[in-house]
C-alpha cells in the first residue's frame, strides 16, 4: 500500500465521520472532534507519514476547521507528562554517554546473562522492587528501567538500525509490558490507583486500604510477571538466547572501565535523587516532572550534558509533538463531551441485563476503549466511577467491580505506544515496530485480563473480599 493510498483512506475516515449523523446526546464539536481524533489514530497506524508530521496535522485541522480554539488544540504540549517523557530521554542519554549504563547493564549481564530469558526476568524484578515506592509508572518505567534497558540493549551490540531483534526489542518489549501489571500490584505503583480509591468509596462504598490492595494484586501481579516475560520471549524473541559467552565479555569489559568516572558518579546521584523524591512524592509534594527536569538541570550544569546534546536528541522531540498532539485532542475529546457521552451509552446498554454478563462487558469495553485515551488518569477519571455504578446497579459484587475497574486501568497501558507516558518513551527508542508494538500490546492485554479477572476474581473470592 503506497503512502499516497493509506493517506487517503486516513482521510476518508474522517470524512465519513464528520458527514455522518450527530449521534442523539452529542454536540456536532464534539462529533467533528472525534472524526479528526479517529483519523489521527488511523494515521498511527497506517503511517502515512510520521508519527510527528500525523498529529501535528491533526492538531491543526482541528483548529483551522473552527472545531475548537488553537489554544486548546496545543494544550497537550503543556501536559506535564509530556515533559516527563521528555526528560526520560535525557536521563538516558546521560547514562549511556557517561557509561553507567554500560557499566550496569554488564553488571546485570554478568550476574544474570547467561541466558536472554533470565535478563528479561531481572528486569521485570527490578521494577517490582521499586514499583511501591514509585507513584508515577512513567517515572519509573520511563524514567528508571528505561535508560537502563536501553544500554543493556546497546551492551550487546542491539540498536535501532543495526541488530534490533538480536535483544534489544525483546528486553525493550518486555520490561514495558511487565509493567502495567506491576503497576497495578500496589495502591503507590501508578498515579491513578490514588484516584481509583476515592472514586470506589464514592460510587459504590468500596474502601480499599494499601493492605488490602496489595494483598488482592499479589497472586494475578505476580503470575502476569511470570508469564508475559516468557510469553513475549516465544512469540517475539531475541535472536540470541544463550548468552553465556556474553558473560565473559561483560567481565572483562568492567575490568577495562576501570573505576567510576566522574560524569557516572554525578548521574548516579541524579539518578538516586530523582528516585528518593519521585518514592517520596506523596509527603513532599513534588511533581515528578520537576523532579525529572531537576535531574537535567543538575546534569547541564555540571556539563555532563551539554545543550546542543539536548538539542541532537530527536527522540525527545519527535515524542513530544506527535504525544503532545494526541493528548491535547483525547482531553478535549472529554472536556466537549464525547468521552462522558461514550460512557453513559456503553453502560446505558446494560440496562436490565443480569450482572454476569453485564460486568463482562463492562470490563471489556472499559479496556479497549483506552484505544482512543493518552493518558490512564484521563481514562480513569472519565470512565471509572460510571461503569462502576452501573456494575454494582445491575448486582455485581461491590469490591469484584471496583478493584476489577482497577486493575484494567492499569492493564491498559500495554495497549497502543501512546497509551501512558512510558509508551512513547520505549517506542521512540526505535526498535518495534509499530504493528508489532500493538500484537504485542494486544496478546498481552489478554493474558493480563484473564489472569486478573479470572485467576484474581478467585483470589479475591478466597480472600473473602467479595
Known sequence: ????????????????????????????????????????????????????????????????????????????????????IVSAFLFAKGFIKTGLGRRISYQLIRCFGSSALKLGYTLVISDFIISPAT?????????????????????????????????????????????????????????????????????????????????AGLVPGLLSMLIIPYFIYKFYPPEIRDTREAQQVAKQELADMGAMSRGEWI??????????????????????????????????????????????????????????????????????????????????????????????????????????FASLSAHVTAMYAAFLAVAVGTGAPPFLAAFGFAALSNLMAGLTHYATGAAPIYFGAGYIQQKDWWRIGFFSSLINVVIWLGIGAIWWKVLGLW
Open 1 to 84: 500500500m503506497t503512502r499516497l493510498t493509506r493517506g487517503v483512506i486516513v482521510l476518508l475516515v474522517m470524512i465519513s465521520i464528520w458527514l455522518s449523523p450527530v449521534p442523539v446526546g452529542l454536540t456536532a464539536q464534539a462529533w467533528h472532534l472525534f472524526a479528526i481524533f479517529a483519523a489521527t489514530i488511523i494515521g498511527f497506524i497506517l503511517q502515512p507519514l510520521p508519527l510527528g508530521a500525523v498529529a501535528l496535522i491533526g492538531v491543526m485541522f482541528a483548529a483551522l476547521s473552527g472545531t475548537i480554539k488553537m489554544s486548546e488544540a496545543l494544550s497537550g504540549f503543556s501536559n506535564s507528562t509530556i515533559w516527563l
Open 135 to 215: 507513584p508515577s509508572n512513567t517515572a519509573r518505567s520511563g524514567g528508571i528501567m528505561y535508560p537502563i534497558v536501553r544500554s543493556l540493549a546497546s551492551a550487546f551490540g542491539s540498536e535501532p538500525n543495526k541488530n534490533p531483534r538480536k535483544i534489544g526489542a525483546y528486553i525493550l518489549s518486555t520490561s514495558f509490558q511487565a509493567d502495567a501489571p506491576i503497576a497495578a500490584m500496589f495502591l503507590t505503583a501508578c498515579a491513578p490507583n490514588l484516584l481509583i480509591v476515592a472514586f470506589a468509596s464514592d460510587a459504590a462504598n468500596v474502601n480499599i486500604s494499601w493492605g488490602t490492595w496489595a494483598l
Open 267 to 372: 548521574i548516579s546521584g541524579v539518578f538516586i535523587g530523582a528516585l528518593l523524591l519521585w518514592s517520596t512524592s506523596q509527603y513532599t509534594q513534588i511533581d515528578s516532572t520537576v523532579v525529572a527536569l531537576l535531574g537535567v538541570s543538575v546534569m547541564l550544569i555540571t556539563n555532563v550534558l551539554q545543550w546542543n546534546e539536548i538539542l541532537e536528541e530527536k527522540g525527545a522531540w519527535d515524542g513530544m509533538i506527535w504525544m503532545g498532539g494526541i493528548v491535547g485532542l483525547a482531553g478535549m475529546l472529554n472536556k466537549v463531551g464525547f468521552i462522558p457521552w461514550f460512557a453513559t451509552s456503553s453502560t446505558g446498554l446494560m440496562t436490565g441485563v443480569s450482572w454476569v454478563p453485564t460486568l463482562i462487558v463492562l470490563f471489556l469495553v472499559y479496556m479497549y476503549s483506552h484505544y482512543v
